[in-house]
């Protein structure tokens, strides 16, 4: 369960990449977290959205992405779900420098960023969409 929890949801389209990492940056400071943490939370979203619009939806003109965060206690669990192609291999995609898109020159870090800004991420995906959740515990309210 959680103390609390919003939900939005945009269509896949890079200028909202700014909107969905402001709004759960936003959502966030409820915790009262350092500027560091708040820096670490648009990152990994900000990549996860990005993600979502360009590889998950590439094929497609609009899709939609939906952010989920929920806050317990000192931590916040983010989940941005898009209901594009997938991802092939999992494995793959999370090693450093794999890009499935170098015709747009990415640098194919996507992941590796959520992980080092994140204290967690699983990723799910089949051919109807992708879930990433991830997780940050926050050190100025130190709970447990």
Same mark, same amino acid.
């Given at each position: 369960?959680?103390?609390n929890?919003?939900k ?21 400071s409820?915790?009262?977290p ?7 939370i648009?990152?990994?979203?900000? #990549?996860?959205?990005? $993600?979502?619009?360009?590889h998950?939806?590439? =094929?497609?003109k609009? %899709? @939609?992405?939906? +952010?989920?965060a #929920?806050?317990?206690? $000192?931590?916040i669990?983010i989940?941005?779900? =898009?209901?594009?192609? %997938? @991802?092939?291999? +999992? ?20 992941f ?14 089949s051919?109807t ?6 997780k ?5 309210l130190?709970?447990?």
């Amino acid at each position: 369960m959680y103390d609390n929890m919003m939900k939005v949801e945009f269509l896949s389209k890079s200028q909202n990449e700014s909107f969905a990492r402001v709004a759960v940056a936003a959502f966030a400071s409820q915790l009262d977290p350092t500027i560091e943490e708040i820096t670490d939370i648009k990152t990994a979203v900000s #990549e996860a959205v990005t $993600n979502s619009i360009i590889h998950g939806y590439k =094929d497609k003109k609009d %899709g @939609i992405v939906e +952010i989920t965060a #929920e806050l317990n206690k $000192n931590e916040i669990t983010i989940i941005i779900v =898009d209901h594009g192609c %997938g @991802i092939d291999d +999992i494995e793959q995609a999370r090693e450093p420098l794999y890009t499935s898109r170098p015709d747009l020159e990415r640098s194919g870090m996507g992941f590796t960023v959520m992980e080092t800004f994140m204290d967690s991420v699983e990723i799910e995906s089949s051919k109807t969409g992708t879930k990433i959740r991830m997780k940050k515990k926050f050190k100025s309210l130190d709970i447990d």
